[in-house]
């Protein structure tokens, strides 16, 4: 009896060493542990959609739609309205002397650089009609006139000389009709860039200028250049701009415009002009592309327009 308990003692701990063996033997070759990871969504829990409440007498309940809660049935609250009597007054004064003004906005065709650095330009053309003087000689007018014709303008020249017009002519494929007789002058009824034939200009050089009424009416341009002032010529009086193209001209502004304009003409430096608007004078050089300097002056050497020569 003695022997066989000691066997069975024995073989009881021969297999819990061996179990105890596999198990350790196991935790070895088992995986790893994870790591305790972090979970980005959030575990609010989403908002369940309400059931509906019971319609009031004065105002239907609205359905409640996912993530928005129902409406209280019932009268809406009326917004507070706050007492007038509390708020604070003030008392207006009109301020008369305050810096702050408007001024028009000189829009046009671009003619040069003044003394300051900015562009100028001629108010043509626009909505209303406009009337230019010019005192200098003839090239000059059909350097408007080639601006004109950019600016989307029918252009009719009235000259003496129709030859140095040619080149442009050509160029302006059909806007720009030569004629002596300015009496049949718009040959289409002016309008605004875009609409019909667009506005309508005419450039003199004659002797005669042009009838002072001729600028009257929308989108029309007259412009007449001259070596002096014409006499008995009422389109000169007091023109929208008025161009001086060189210090030679002092005495003629001065007729026109007194004393100080004549004397700021006067002072203009080679290569300057003066353009008179009827609330201000501006001194500029102008600025002439070589392009058009070639179709102005096809084969020749010329001073730009407005320059002495």
Known sequence: MTTRAATATATATTMATA????????????????PPTLHLASSRPRPTPASPPTPGPATPARAAGPGRPARPAGPRPRPTTPDLASVPGATWEEDTHAPFALAPAHAGIHLGTGRDGQP?????????????????????GRLVALRLLAAGAVVTAATRDPAPWQPLRHAAAGRLVL????????????????????????????????????????????????????????????????????????????????????????????????????????????DIAPGETALLTPGQERSAPGAPR
């Open 179 to 286: 004629g002596e007789d300015p009496a049949a002058w718009p040959p289409h009824p002016p309008a605004p860039p875009g609409v019909g034939s667009g506005p309508q200009a005419l450039v003199s050089d004659q002797r005669r200028p042009p009838p002072p009424n001729a600028a009257v009416g929308p989108w029309r341009t007259v412009l007449h250049v001259a070596a002096a002032v014409p006499r008995r010529a009422a389109f000169w009086h007091r023109p929208a701009a008025l161009l001086a193209l060189d210090a030679r001209h002092a005495e003629s502004v001065g007729r026109l415009l007194g004393p100080e304009a004549a004397d700021h003409t006067a002072r203009l430096a080679r290569g300057e002009i003066i353009l008179f608007r009827p609330t201000s004078a501006v001194v500029l050089r102008p």
């Open 19 to 34: 179990t105890a063996t596999a198990r350790g033997t196991a935790r070895a070759h088992a995986a790893p542990p994870e």
């Open 120 to 140: 100028v330009t001629l108010p043509a053309p626009g909505p209303e009609g406009v009337r230019v003087a010019v005192l200098g000689e003839p090239l000059f």
